[in-house]
């Protein structure tokens, strides 16, 4: 790997760990407002709501400009919706805008790695970045958790900006005061992302004509017989994931009976099994091999039935680890074939674009389920039982629209060798 892939790496690591850092920032923002408990996940669904609202547009801006500039603007947009929390705006809003922000910078992030690595190096250049996401996952869950915590929480209100002659006067104000310094770095980063030179066609700017061309990019996607599994696999693991992330903070406080500052590790713990995963999985599956993952998923949904029997927190820990790894080690191989097919068949940001649509309609649809869950008062369990099946079951579908596209494609060599 190349010096510019770990300036992306660092970049991507300090952006991440802040809006991680900042969800947890807005859940307990929402409880000293006593807001509803369905409320909570809907914090996730409105940061995710530009992914799919902006997805025929944001693969088009990716690729209009240098990728390390995008990331430069789209980075100063989560500023803004973070400085909008500070000054008190609802969460729901304030972090709608981050989600702006990110869906715009999720295409440039991605994207730039086909630009600057060769297809045999993708597997292994998404282990890193999904490695290093998850470890950001687990210090911003555990940053963000640390920040509400009443004792540090104490010792940062006390602290005195000498420059502006200023002090917090809340302790979220304090907690999104340091979030804010991360972004800050982030932003630092992406200026230091070199051009690589790689230009595309003149981007296409009026809104039909973009929606059109994004319907037939993602029409593309989901015809061909690899870029339909890889992409259907993704969608279900991002939807699983983002919904796993507030089963876990529930399941934290109704069966181990943790605080929000205390459960919030936990995510953390499942992103450490996710970055293990993910690194055992570029280091032995090339991208080749792939496909063969998919049995991962399916025991990944039966293992997260069993948390409705675990009330320890020392039995909660490795339940947690095993969950993620599962994880990761499936979604990583699968991602760089996606990937690796986008590439081929349209241009990197918009084949991005197209994955973050599908992916994040999975997470706006499986956090409105579980909102309505909550909603209707459904015991933890049952919803944990009801999820990990769903994933199994779905898997499986999966695996056996991969067999018959196999199939498919044998009988037609098959006949070609006749015909000759």
């Excluded at 039909?208 to 061909?224: E, G, S, V």
């Excluded at 579980?370 to 499986?396: R, T």
């Amino acid at each position: 790997m190349n010096r510019g892939f770990y300036t992306i790496m660092a970049a991507q690591f300090f952006s991440s760990l802040a809006d991680n850092a900042l969800l947890i920032a807005a859940i307990a923002l929402l409880i000293e407002m006593a807001s509803p408990s369905w409320m909570t996940p809907l914090l996730k669904l409105f940061f995710i709501l530009s992914y799919v609202l902006l997805a025929p547009f944001v693969g088009a801006f990716a690729d209009a400009l240098p990728k390390g500039k995008v990331m430069f603007i789209t980075n100063m947009i989560k500023i803004v919706g973070c400085a909008m929390m500070f000054f008190s705006t609802h969460p729901l809003l304030a972090y709608a805008i981050v989600g702006f922000g990110a869906a715009a910078y999720s295409p440039a992030k991605y994207g730039i790695l086909t630009e600057l690595l060769p297809p045999e190096k993708l597997v292994a250049a998404n282990g890193w970045i999904e490695g290093l996401t998850m470890a950001s996952i687990i210090l911003g869950a555990v940053l963000g958790g640390a920040l509400v915590n009443p004792h540090v929480s104490a010792i940062l209100i006390n602290v005195h900006i000498p420059v502006v002659n200023w002090s917090p006067s809340t302790p979220t104000h304090a907690a999104l005061l340091v979030i804010g310094v991360l972004y800050l770095i982030a932003t630092g980063l992406n200026l230091k992302i070199r051009d690589t030179g790689a230009r595309y066609a003149h981007q296409e700017r009026n809104p039909i004509k973009l929606i059109a061309d994004f319907a037939h990019c993602n029409a593309t996607l989901w015809k061909d017989k690899l870029g339909q599994i890889s992409l259907a696999v993704t969608t279900l693991f991002w939807g699983v994931g983002a919904t796993l992330q507030f089963i876990v903070l529930k399941w934290a406080e109704k069966s181990l009976h943790m605080p929000l500052d205390k459960a919030a590790v936990l995510q953390g713990i499942v992103a450490i099994g996710v970055a293990g995963g993910a690194m055992t999985a570029a280091h032995y599956i090339p991208l080749k091999k792939s496909l063969t993952v998919m049995r991962m998923g399916v025991l990944m949904g039966l293992v997260v039935t069993t948390m409705t029997v675990v009330h320890s927190i020392w039995l909660a820990y490795p339940l947690l680890i095993i969950i993620g790894a599962l994880a990761g080690y499936f979604v990583v191989p699968m991602n760089a074939l996606l990937q690796h097919r986008g590439h081929v068949l349209m241009s990197a940001g918009h084949s991005i674009a197209v994955q973050n649509f599908n992916e994040n309609l999975s997470i706006l649809v499986m956090l409105l389920l579980y909102a309505v869950m909550v909603k209707m008062d459904l015991n933890i369990n049952v919803v944990i039982v009801l999820f990990g099946l769903f994933v199994s079951g779905l898997m499986l579908l999966i695996m056996k629209k991969h067999a018959e596209n196999q199939r498919e494609h044998d009988s037609l060599a098959l006949i070609g060798e006749a015909k000759h």
